[in-house]
C-alpha cells in the first residue's frame, strides 16, 4: 500500500489466488459473516457525518421520522456498497493480510449470495429512501452507490494512486444526503462540511496505507504510499490536512456561531501538529508511526461532529 506496481493494470491481471479451506458455517457464523460484509465500522463513521448535517440543516432537531428514516436508510446504502465492494475485490482480500479473514476470502459466504445481498440491500434502501425523504436526498444516495462501486472499486481502485482522492466522494455524500433529507436542497454550509469530510479521507486513508503498505502491494493495489516515496505521501498528507482544516473554518464563516469555531480551531491546531509529526518522521529519517495519526483523525471527525450538533442546538 516494494514490490514494483503497473498502476494500468487491470483488475483481471491480479495474481492469481489460492482458494481458502471453507470454514465452519452455522447459522450464527454466516448471520455475523453478512454483518461483517457491510463493515460496521465503515457505517459508523459514515453516520458520524450524517447526524450533524440533519441537524445543521434543520437548526435545531430534525424532524424524528425523517432522521431515523434518512440513518435506516443510510446505514442500508453503505452496507450495500461495502458488500459489493467485498465481492469485487474478493480477489485480493485473500491476497492482504488485514482482509485475508473476511467472509468470501475464508469461504463463509459464497460470492453469488454475497452479490445478492447487496443489490437487496442497495434497492430497500433506495426505495426507503424515496418514500420517506425526498428526491434529492434519494438520488445523491444512489449515485454515491454507483459512484463507489463502479468508479472507485471497478475503474480507478487497481489503476491509479489518486484512488483515494476521487474515492473521497463517495466517502463525503452522506454529509449532503443527510442535509438533503432535511431541507430538499443543498447550501454553502452542505457543501463546506462535505469539503471537510472530503480533505480528511486523504490523511486518514494514507495514514493507514503506509501502515499496511506490503499488504496493498502484494495485491497490486497502488495506493499512494506503494507507488510514491514516503516523503511524497508525507507532504500530502499535511497539504491535506491544512485543506481539511481550511474546509472547517469556511464552515463557520457561513453558518456556524463561535461555539463551533472555537472547536474547530482547536481541534485543526491539534490535527496540524499531528501531520506535521508525521512529516518530520519522514524527513528525519525516523521510524514513522503513521497509525497514530489515522487513530486522530477518527477522533477528530467526532468530536467535531460533536460541536456542529451541539452548536445547531444551541
Known sequence: MTAVIDPARPPAETPSVQAQPAVARGFGAVVRGYVALTKPRIIELLLITTVPAMFMAAHGVPPLFTAFATLIGGTLAAGSANVLNCYIDRDIDQLMKRTSRRPLPQGLISPRSALIFGLVLGAVAAVLLWFTTNPLAT???????????????????????????????????????????????????????????????????????????????????????????????????????????????ALWAVGMSWIYGLVAIALGGWFLIDAHRLFIQVSRGERIRPMRLFHVSITYLTLLSIAMTVDALV
Not at 449515485?143 to 475503474?155: C, S
Not at 466522494?169 to 430538499?184: D, N, Q
Not at 495485491?219 to 505521501?233: E, F, I, S, Y
Request: proline residues 5%; hydrophobic residues 60%.
Open 139 to 249: 438520488a445523491l444516495s444512489i449515485g454515491a452507490n454507483l459512484y463507489y462501486v463502479l468508479i472507485y472499486t471497478l475503474l480507478l481502485k487497481r489503476r491509479t494512486a489518486q484512488n483515494t482522492f476521487w474515492g473521497g466522494i463517495c466517502g463525503a455524500a452522506p454529509v449532503l444526503i443527510g442535509w438533503a433529507a432535511v431541507t430538499g436542497t443543498l447550501s454553502w454550509s452542505a457543501w463546506a462540511f462535505f469539503g471537510i469530510v472530503f480533505f480528511w479521507q486523504m490523511p486518514h486513508f494514507w495514514a493507514l496505507a503506509m501502515r499496511f503498505k506490503e499488504d496493498y502491494a502484494a495485491a497490486g493495489v497502488p495506493m499512494l504510499p506503494v507507488v510514491a516515496k514516503p516523503m511524497r505521501v508525507a507532504v500530502e498528507i499535511v497539504v491535506y490536512s491544512w485543506a481539511m482544516v481550511g474546509a472547517s473554518v
